[in-house]
Every structure is written in structure tokens, then in C-alpha cells.
């Protein structure tokens, strides 16, 4: 492939800079940049090619709000406006059958040029090698228009094979009616993970309600979202993610820091009991009803909470009513606590567009014109932002300039929180057995320490043997 680098795109990621990154620093920058994708993408394809590309992603569908299939809409627009020469062969796949219908389609040589998979999704078609590895500049970019962390996200074994599209971190949530019942501040979050720790048994103690949201289930995705960000927090890791150039052959599950989060966890739950007595089955859909309930002091959530919990305020009656809506009016976003040395951690999630090999799609070839005028418009900073409206951040650093952001922080209520802890997102290991980890092993190591069946050192050695395991023996895949 030829390699055309846009000027606009190169220019406006030095515009912004990831040192000042806050709430503040996000809403200034909002609405500052104007950019011609077809423009822009022109320069890279021209806009007169004739060719075809296939596309799989999973689009909106019935429950998703109207702007989110008006957004998708104006892309196929904009995008057959732009290169009207180019036919596309578009499908949108459920969330919970993209994957196994991709694994079908592979084993056929029926796969599509392009597809869109949830964040790490990809790790496992590159290690198969299934995926062409990919260089930004193909594109249009450059590695500064995206996070470091959505980069490392899709890079196996030192290479390259996908570009993010959309990123997406958690935040803090406290009640501040709690708070201040507790003799908390009740505007401020904890600063750290030692002050959740206090601040639930506080709860606890002065209220007899429930002070942390802990999530501790088997088997559940919602489990290392929650407890990962503590443990690297206190300097922890299953293996070496947390390291700027990480080997994924290091394992530091039974190191201190990990050994010091799993022990706050215990704190809580074995000891202070400040945390709800279910969260061995919880997920955090069982956090919702006593948050709302005003139950519940503090939980980590997105930004999408906020509009559950008005909804769940929507459906109450009577004095359960005005319970939930005053749970609401108290609702507070804030960044993740950091650990003793003030680190701040949070899970790095969101999605990547991958291109695939010749050989297994349908037809054994790849229009690479076609696919870089995609890559390239859906990687816009315009549509970037504009697709992932209702529940993520741009992909393109660059689109957390344009009006499309502005009109976002204006109208979706603490998103600016949640898009300010970016900097600080750790994608889970990028090997093709990070599902097993991070879904069976750190589970199954808080159950061991929270049930007392094991001491928090016997269960972090117990996981780390598991972990040394699961890498030395391969795994994952089709």
C-alpha cells in the first residue's frame, strides 16, 4: 500500500494536549476544529475511485435511542456521497453473535474485507493470523491521533493489526446524600483506594447501609472491569499490562500490589462487612436497585448509569418515588481513586476495525482502495465522534475537537468525567487467553480470599500458578 499522511489529522493531534486532560480541559477544546472527512479522506483515496468493500459491525438496533440509528445513517450518506464509485456490502451483527458468526465465516474463506470487533476481540483472529497487520499512515493517520492504550489494545506480538474506532472508561459514582449523612464530604470523591476501604465502613457503621458496590462474581465480565482497576491502582497486575511496552510473559498477580488490593477487598467484605453480603453473585445490574433505593454509597459504572437511574426513578411510586429522585438529584461522577502512590487506574475499553486477509474472505480478494476510503472516513475525527455517540468517545483524539463533542458534553451528563479518565485506561493482557484470566482467574481469586477458603497470599499464589498455566500452554482461538 502506498502510505499518504493527512496534514490536518498530523497538525490538530499536537493541538491536543493529553497532559492537561480533565473534565475542565475536555469541554475547552470541545468544538474548537472543523474537518472535511470527504475531504480529508480524499487526499488518501480519490474521491472518483471505483471499487467495493465488505463490512461487518455491529450497528444500532430496536433498543438503541433514535440518534444512535439516525448517526449511522448519515455515515452510509456521507460516505456513498464522498465515493459514490464504491458499492458496499454493509451487515450489522448483534454484539453476542459478531464473534462466533466471524469464526464461522473464517473456517469458510466467506469473511468480510473489514470488520469492527469489540476491543481484544481481534487478538484472537491475529494470533491465528487471520488479520493483515496495519500501519495508520495506510490510512490517513498517524499513531498520535490515537490513545497509547487503544494502540497496545490491538497490538500482538509486536505488531499493529487494527485501528481504534472507539474507546470507552468507567468512573466513580457516590450518592452525596450518603456522603454527607456519614459525615463525608459529600461533594468529593475518595482520593484513593485506602479511602474507599474508610469510607465504606463509615457508611456502614454510622448509616447500616451498604458503602462499596463490590463485584465479585464467577465467570463475569463485570468483575475484572471493577476490581482490575484497584489492583493496578495499588501497583498490581495479572501480568505485566500495566507497562508501557508490556511482554505478557511476566506474571505479577502474587506481587504486593496485588496482594494489597485483594487484602482492601477482604477488608470490606470479610471484615468491615461494609459491602453488600451478595457480592460473590453480584454484577453490577445488582447494584442499581439499592443505589437507587439510596442503599448504596459508592459503585463504578459508565456514563450511561446516570440515564438508568433516571429511568428506574421514572418507574417508582409513592415514597419510594421521591427516594429515587432525590438518589438522582444526589448522583455523583468522579475519577477513580488512586493507590498509596497515586496511581489511577481504569479498564481501557471500546472497539477496533481490522482488515482481513485475502485469502479468507469472500472471493479471496481485498479491494485495499476501497477498504483504506472506509478505514478512513469511519476513523474520521467527524464520524469517529458522531458513531459513537451514545455510549463511547472517539476513537480520533482529533474528534474531541470537533462541534460533534461539544454538542455531546452538552447534552450526556457526565460523560466528560468518564472520557477524562482515558489517560489513565489499561487494556486487559492482548493475548488470546486474556478471557480466561481475567473472567475465571480474578474471580475465582476474590472468591477464594473473600470466602476465607484461602489467605489473600495463598489465593493470589494459587492464581498466579493458574495464570503461568494458561500462558505456557497456549490456548484460545478458533
Request: with cysteine.
Amino acid at each position: 500500500m502506498a502510505t499518504t499522511s493527512l496534514i490536518s489529522t498530523s497538525v490538530y493531534a499536537q493541538a491536543v494536549d493529553l497532559s492537561k486532560w480533565s473534565p475542565e480541559y475536555v469541554k475547552s477544546i470541545a468544538g474548537t476544529k472543523d474537518f472535511d472527512a470527504a475531504k480529508d479522506c480524499g487526499a488518501v483515496v480519490p474521491n472518483d475511485y471505483a471499487g467495493n468493500v465488505s463490512y461487518w459491525y455491529t450497528g444500532p438496533f430496536e433498543a438503541d435511542p433514535q440518534i444512535a440509528h439516525d448517526q449511522d445513517k448519515a455515515f452510509w450518506d456521507a460516505f456513498h456521497a464522498a465515493y459514490p464509485n464504491i458499492k458496499t456490502d454493509v451487515q450489522s451483527i448483534t454484539y453476542n453473535e459478531l464473534l462466533d458468526k466471524f469464526r464461522t465465516a473464517l473456517l469458510g474463506n466467506s469473511a468480510p474485507m473489514v470488520i469492527r470487533l469489540q476491543i481484544l476481540g481481534g487478538v484472537e483472529f491475529a494470533a491465528k493470523g487471520y488479520l493483515n497487520p496495519v500501519k495508520p499512515e495506510d490510512y490517513g493517520f498517524t499513531a498520535a491521533d490515537f490513545w497509547p492504550g487503544a494502540l497496545k489494545s490491538v497490538t500482538y506480538d509486536n505488531t499493529l493489526y487494527g485501528l481504534p474506532t472507539n474507546n470507552e472508561t468507567m468512573a466513580f459514582i457516590w450518592n452525596a446524600k450518603v456522603f454527607k449523612d456519614a459525615g463525608l464530604d459529600p461533594e468529593a470523591a475518595p482520593k484513593t483506594w485506602d479511602d474507599v476501604v474508610a469510607y465504606s465502613k463509615q457508611i456502614h457503621d454510622k448509616l447500616g447501609i451498604s458503602g462499596y458496590g463490590l463485584v465479585a462474581k464467577q465467570n463475569a465480565g463485570n468483575t475484572p472491569f471493577r476490581f482490575m482497576p484497584q489492583l493496578w491502582a495499588y501497583g498490581g497486575g495479572s501480568l505485566d499490562e500495566t507497562a508501557a511496552s508490556p511482554t505478557y510473559k511476566s506474571v505479577e498477580i502474587n506481587n504486593a500490589g496485588s496482594k494489597a488490593a485483594l487484602q482492601a477487598a477482604y477488608q470490606m467484605y470479610a471484615v468491615d462487612k461494609s459491602v453488600p453480603v451478595s457480592a460473590l453473585t453480584n454484577t453490577q445490574a445488582e447494584n442499581q436497585a439499592p443505589f437507587i433505593a439510596g442503599q448504596l454509597g459508592m459503585m463504578i459504572a459508565h456514563p450511561a448509569e446516570y440515564a438508568k437511574m433516571l429511568d428506574l426513578a421514572s418507574k417508582a411510586t409513592g415514597a419510594d418515588k421521591a427516594t429515587a429522585d432525590a438518589v438522582v438529584e444526589n448522583m455523583r461522577y468522579g475519577l477513580m481513586p488512586t493507590g498509596p502512590d497515586g496511581k489511577r487506574a481504569v479498564v481501557f475499553g471500546g472497539s477496533n476495525i481490522h482488515v482481513v486477509k485475502p485469502e479468507f474472505v469472500d472471493g479471496g480478494k481485498v479491494d485495499e482502495q476501497a477498504v483504506r476510503a472506509l478505514i478512513c472516513m469511519w476513523d474520521s475525527p467527524e464520524w469517529s465522534t458522531r458513531l459513537a455517540w451514545v455510549g463511547s468517545n472517539p476513537g480520533n483524539i482529533n474528534g474531541f475537537l470537533t462541534t460533534s463533542m461539544k454538542q455531546r458534553l452538552d447534552t450526556i451528563k457526565f460523560l466528560d468525567v468518564t472520557t477524562s479518565m482515558l489517560p489513565n485506561g489499561i487494556p486487559f493482557p492482548v493475548l488470546p487467553e486474556s478471557p480466561e484470566i481475567m473472567n475465571i482467574v480474578v474471580p475465582d481469586m476474590l472468591q477464594n480470599a473473600l470466602t476465607g477458603n484461602m489467605t489473600v497470599d495463598q489465593a493470589t499464589e494459587d492464581a498466579a500458578k493458574k495464570i503461568e498455566t494458561i500462558i505456557a500452554g497456549g490456548g484460545g482461538g478458533i
